[in-house]
Nanobody, 121 residues
């Protein structure tokens, strides 16, 4: 199983980035997929998730600015991030879970990527 994130970088406040997560080794379309971030000195924070039916969920802090989507044909998860703020600076991780009781429960996820750094400054 692999989850490989890409698309992070340095961006000015108000700018945009699009993160991608390429998945392999499991049935991508059947899984709950999420983006989780962790800033230095802080706990991991749920950002957004999408279930097998395409139903989405967002943290209040990113609603209206971030959009999650997925391409089942290419086993890829995306996160479009607009109107970025300095407080969005973090390592962003892709995570996959076969059963999710709560989007924010890290223990519910079976697989994690290595992360991609997003810096807004």
């Amino acid at each position: 199983v692999q989850l490989v994130e890409s698309g992070g970088g340095l961006v000015q406040p108000g700018g945009s980035l699009r993160l991608s997560c390429a998945a392999s080794g499991f049935t991508f379309s059947d899984y709950y997929m999420s983006w989780v971030r962790q800033a230095p000195g802080k706990e991991r924070e749920f950002v957004s998730g999408i279930d097998s039916d395409g139903v989405t969920n967002y943290a209040d802090s990113v609603k209206g600015r971030f959009t999650i989507s997925k391409d089942n044909a290419n086993n890829t998860l995306y996160l479009q991030m607009n109107s970025l703020k300095p407080e969005d600076t973090a390592m962003y991780y892709c995570a996959a879970g076969s059963r999710i009781r709560a989007w924010s429960r890290a223990a519910d996820y079976d697989y994690w990527g290595q992360g991609t750094q997003v810096t807004v400054s």
